[in-house]
């Protein structure tokens, strides 16, 4: 069974920065991409930042130059740097993996979500 750990949310003020990190583990031959969405309050999910297997990314306009999404060292983890956060940033981070491969096929997997709120 895949899962999908997030850390590194929390309370933060505005212009302030926060690292989120996710993990996937279990019996995982491969994952095409992963990355961030978000939900605010009312909102719908929507993405954040995404990062391929070979490197590339995409970013929601309103977070590029403030975001940064990154695969780590460790296989199948991703991080996202957050700097300059606006209030407006703040919702429920879901940490996503598009087309994980493993011995039951291929399936998408969200983690179970992170609270980043942006306040003074």
């Known amino acids: 069974q895949v899962q999908l750990v997030e850390s590194g949310g929390g309370l933060v003020q505005p212009g302030g920065s926060l690292r989120l990190s996710c993990a996937a583990s279990?019996?995982?031959?491969?994952?095409?991409?992963m990355g961030w969405y978000r939900q605010a309050l009312g909102k719908e999910r929507e993405l954040v930042a995404r990062i391929t297997n070979g490197g590339s990314t995409n970013y929601a306009d309103s977070v590029k130059g403030r975001f940064t999404v990154s695969r780590g060292n460790a296989k199948n983890t991703v991080y996202l740097q957050m700097n300059s956060l606006k209030p407006e940033d703040t919702a429920i981070y879901y940490c996503h993996a598009d087309n994980a491969l493993t011995l039951r096929g291929v399936k998408d997997y969200w983690g179970q979500g992170t609270q980043v709120t942006v306040s003074s």
């Open positions: 279990g019996s995982i031959f491969s994952i095409n991409a």
